[in-house]
Structure formats: structure tokens, C-alpha cells
């Protein structure tokens, strides 16, 4: 069965610079889509990406991060909106590209689907009650 997941991976300043990406590649053959990253040498790196292929190499390939010492997160954890700022104005989805946003045309009010979340922070930039969080 393939699977694909969205997660975010943190990077100890000691592995920025080791090819850990390239062993999803070439030892899990895992393929990815990098999101987001920020990888500064010897400081903590961030990488938002989309990882593919079958179950059981993914699982080996979550095993290897983890036992190299890269902490995991699945994205849908990170993007948050903060309900008691909403006003479901609908700023958020004219500009989100994946239309995680969706507007319920009886009441009006804007539903947020974290899974079609890719973390690109749009909705965060359009929010003028910056309702939207962004926790990495």
C-alpha cells in the first residue's frame, strides 16, 4: 500500500549538513516534496515535505530519522486557527492554494481543513484578526 504523509522534521545543528534526505531516497526508496525548509550549518533545521512510497518503507524510513536524532511532527499539528479570533471574514480562502479554507454558503461560516494544509503561511499574511498560528 503507498502511503503519503505531510510532516515536519527537525534538525539538530549536528546533522544539517549529512545527506539524510538522500538516504530516504536511495536506502527506503522514499520519494519527497520539500513544502518549506530552513537549514542554517550548526543550528537547528526545519524541513516541511511530503513523504511517498510503500508502508513499509515509509515506516523504515521514519525509524531511520528518528534513531539519527531527527524529531518528527505531522504537519496538521503545526497550523492551527485560533476560533475565538475568527470572524470568518474569508480572507484565508481567496489566497489559500490548496483550498484547505471552505465557506458553508447557509451559515456563512469558514471551515479549515488541516490535511490540505501545506504550511505555506498565506493565510497567515491575509488574516487582518491573525486568527491563523503557525507552531514549528
Given at each position: 500500500m ?7 522534521l527537525?534538525?539538530?545543528g549536528?546533522l ?6 538522500y538516504?530516504?531516497i536511495k ?11 530552513s ?7 526545519l ?32 497550523v ?7 470572524t ?31 504550511a ?15 507552531h514549528f
Amino acid at each position: 500500500m503507498i502511503v503519503s504523509k505531510k510532516i515536519v522534521l527537525h534538525f539538530p545543528g549536528r546533522l544539517v549538513e549529512r545527506p539524510i534526505v538522500y538516504h530516504l531516497i536511495k536506502d527506503y526508496d522514499l520519494e519527497f516534496n520539500i513544502m518549506k525548509a530552513s537549514i542554517i550549518p550548526d543550528e537547528e533545521g526545519l524541513m516541511v515535505i511530503e513523504l511517498r512510497g510503500n508502508q513499509v518503507n515509509y515506516d523504515k524510513g521514519i525509524k531511520f530519522l528518528k534513531d539519527t536524532g531527527v524529531r518528527i511532527q505531522s504537519l496538521g499539528q503545526n497550523v492551527l486557527r485560533n476560533e475565538s479570533r475568527c470572524t470568518h471574514c474569508g480572507a484565508c480562502i481567496t489566497v489559500c492554494p490548496t483550498r484547505a479554507f471552505k465557506l458553508d454558503t447557509e451559515t456563512r461560516l469558514i471551515s479549515f481543513d488541516d490535511t490540505k494544509c501545506i504550511a505555506c503561511g498565506l493565510c497567515l499574511k491575509a488574516c487582518p484578526l491573525r486568527a491563523m498560528e503557525l507552531h514549528f
